[in-house]
């Protein structure tokens, strides 16, 4: 059994909280609260939350999770909550405008295969599943003027977000405000010991949460805050299923194959570090290795969406989804063997490039097309209309419908990518 120090250890790495003291604090805290616990001969109460704004989880998810089961694997009760009634209002945090508001239908509808993409990374038989409408819902008017007296504008009006929106002249809704508030409680309904959150989450967990158990006579939870965020498809935006730059986990394979063969060179090496868990040395030996020319940007992404199509589905699919991925490349898989060819001298925007090459009459058909799924890059659905295609990207191949394809190569002519 690994000793306090050991988890200690493995459960505070790849966190980050802005500053160093913070850290320090939340490891003593950890350390007191572990100790506690073996001497009442009990494990943490960790959770994570995750909101079904949509219907699929994303890899960027995966990152949360992959530290619950750090949680897991040293015998800690772990629960994987669906924000059922948070989804309602939508967090929030980060965010320059207000999210559209859901219905319960529409939570439920999304939050119906939630469970099973979770137990993708985290042990069915070791986790338990709660929606937070269990304890959310039946709260009146008087428990949440009782709640929300535990805070003050000002502290919300502090955020960044918030900040920035004022400064921008953009509005600030009363209900958005209630989202940290309904997250503080899901804390205080589990009586958590620990939380596992993002870097956008460090209002939500380490103020808002800490503060209304404390203010409920309960030990404030541990904040385990991840350092890093998957970039999405783009290379660059956080991985997000608002903004159309994800990879779910519900992907085909072939499909989640082609997107991770749409990254940009940029991300591989921070994938190689979240998705498949590599080690600082091996991600920097990795990072030599490209620059150096002794391992081929495709080579290495090929590599690398087989082991994460491998993880998320199986060996043999990854195996099929790279037959089909070369069988594209070949003129196989219905491309036709001599396709066209176009240059691309910069970054461009999918819709330009469409338009452009006049395979689609306006921008607009280019938008209706993407939104209908009829365009494909390197035979990964697009899913946002501000989706682009990097230099580094190339060679790639676009498709609209069954019928219309093209491969992007570089201005240079010499394909490399």
Request: proline fraction near 4%; aromatic fraction near 6%; hydrophobic fraction near 40%.
């Amino acid at each position: 059994m690994a000793t306090i120090e050991e988890q200690i250890e493995v459960l505070m790495s790849g966190t980050a909280y802005g500053d160093p003291e913070t850290r320090e604090n939340m490891a003593k805290d950890l350390r007191g609260r572990l100790e506690e616990c073996e001497r009442d001969g009990r494990p943490l109460r960790v959770y994570c939350g995750y909101d079904p704004r949509t219907s699929d989880l994303h890899l960027g998810h995966t990152i949360t999770m992959r530290k619950l089961r750090q949680f897991q694997d040293f015998g800690h009760d772990v629960t994987f909550l669906v924000g059922t009634f948070t989804s309602l209002i939508g967090d929030p945090s980060d965010k320059d405008s207000a999210r559209d508001q859901l219905t319960m239908q529409n939570v439920e509808d999304n939050a119906r295969t939630y469970a099973e993409q979770a137990f993708k990374i985290l042990d069915e038989d070791r986790t338990r599943v709660r929606r937070n409408d269990e304890w959310l819902a039946p709260l009146d008017f008087a428990d949440i003027i009782r709640l929300a007296s535990h805070f003050t504008v000002q502290q919300f009006m502090a955020r960044e977000n918030f900040a920035k929106r004022i400064e921008d002249e953009k509005a600030i809704y009363l209900h958005e405000f209630f989202y940290a508030l309904m997250q503080a409680y899901d804390a205080v309904a589990q009586e958590a010991d620990v939380q596992v959150g993002g870097q956008d989450q460090l209002f939500n967990i380490l103020v808002a949460g800490r503060k209304l158990q404390t203010g409920l006579g309960q030990k404030p939870q541990i904040a385990i805050i991840m350092g890093e965020s998957l970039p999405g498809t783009d290379g660059e935006i956080k991985m997000s299923k608002s903004l159309g730059n994800h990879i779910p986990l519900l992907s085909e394979p072939w499909d989640m194959f082609g997107k991770v063969m749409s990254l940009p060179d940029k991300a591989m090496a921070v994938y190689h570090k979240l998705i498949l868990g590599w080690a600082p040395a091996q991600v920097a030996a990795l990072e030599a290795d490209l620059r150096s020319g002794a391992a081929h940007p495709n080579e290495t992404k090929m590599r690398l969406a087989r082991e994460i199509v491998g993880i998320f589905h199986s060996p043999v699919d990854a195996e099929v989804a790279q037959a089909r991925w070369d069988e594209v490349f070949r003129g196989g898989a219905g491309v036709p063997e001599d396709i066209a060819e176009a240059e691309l001298k910069v970054e461009e925007e999918i819709r330009d490039i469409l338009v452009r090459l006049n395979m689609v009459g306006s921008r607009g058909e280019a938008r209706r097309l993407i939104q209908q799924s009829g365009v494909r890059l390197n035979d990964a659905k697009v899913d946002s209309l501000q989706a682009s295609v990097k230099l580094e990207m190339l060679p790639a191949v676009l498709q609209v419908g069954k019928r219309q394809f093209v491969r992007l190569i570089r201005a240079n002519g010499d394909g490399s990518g």
